[in-house]
């Protein structure tokens, strides 16, 4: 099959560039053509990342702030963050508790965060002895207490183990949190779950790429909310030790 065949096949809407031609991409007669329309395609997703990310915060910032509050409640009480995920979200919960693990930002106390993606082990028993819609409660319910706070981030607000999760959590006493897309899912309709942020767009890519910035604010909000709790820093204010 023909490189401009491959390309209709998987973007209709570029058929009429390179099509029927057998010559490598970079020199077929049409490649200024297709140059021009993925520099178009560069522009039109940036600029639909942005938009998407604009209208979530202009329309969510009082909820965003009111999850930062429930977070800090959590970490001032002595309480634990831990995050679940599938997939790309898998990768986020990994990324949301290191920023709170490994703060970036000097001054910033680390704060305890466990991502509960990141156990094959136990994930893969559970998933073989009973199903892999359990994968998170069994860890749930092993570490997850009162003062603790469990953030499920899922792009369709419908997975069966982040639910589950967050039912466990819910049944621990804990505070749940739910970063979602699309309309939410049952996530957002579930009395398990506290808080869910909906990103309300249907692309899979503008809802991971809101949820990056959306944790990042949400990790920030979170340190200055807990900076009146902090005790002075000897090191920093230059005393004898």
Not at 7 to 13: D, E
Not at 25 to 32: G, K, M, R
Not at 119 to 125: E, G, V
Request: hydrophobic share 45%; proline share 4%; with cysteine.
């Amino acid at each position: 099959m023909s490189v401009g065949a491959q390309l209709s096949g998987l973007y209709p809407h570029m058929s009429a560039v390179g099509a029927g031609t057998a010559e490598p991409l970079a020199h077929a007669p049409d490649a200024s053509r297709l140059q021009m329309s993925l520099l178009d395609a560069v522009r039109l997703k940036a600029e639909d990342s942005g938009a998407v990310k604009q209208r979530f915060f202009a329309e969510e910032a009082p909820r965003v702030v009111q999850a930062a509050r429930l977070l800090a409640q959590a970490f001032s009480k002595g309480g634990r963050l831990y995050t679940l995920g599938n997939g790309g979200s898998s990768c986020d919960a990994a990324h949301l508790a290191v920023e709170f693990q490994h703060p970036v930002t000097a001054g910033r106390p680390a704060l305890p965060a466990v991502n509960l993606s990141q156990d094959m082990a136990m994930i893969t028993a559970v998933a073989n002895d009973i199903g892999f819609a359990h994968v998170y409660t069994r860890q749930v319910l092993a570490h997850v207490g009162a003062n603790d706070c469990v953030v499920a981030i899922s792009t369709s607000g419908n997975s069966e183990n982040l639910l589950a999760g967050l039912a466990a959590a819910k049944r621990r006493g804990a505070t749940t949190l739910g970063l979602a897309g699309g309309d939410g899912g049952r996530m957002a309709a579930s009395a398990d779950c506290d808080l869910c942020l909906v990103v309300r767009t249907d692309s899979i890519h503008r809802v991971q790429e809101t949820h990056v910035a959306l944790y990042h604010i949400l990790w920030d909000l979170t340190h200055t909310l807990l900076a009146s709790h902090r005790a002075p820093d000897p090191a920093s204010s230059g005393s004898p030790r």
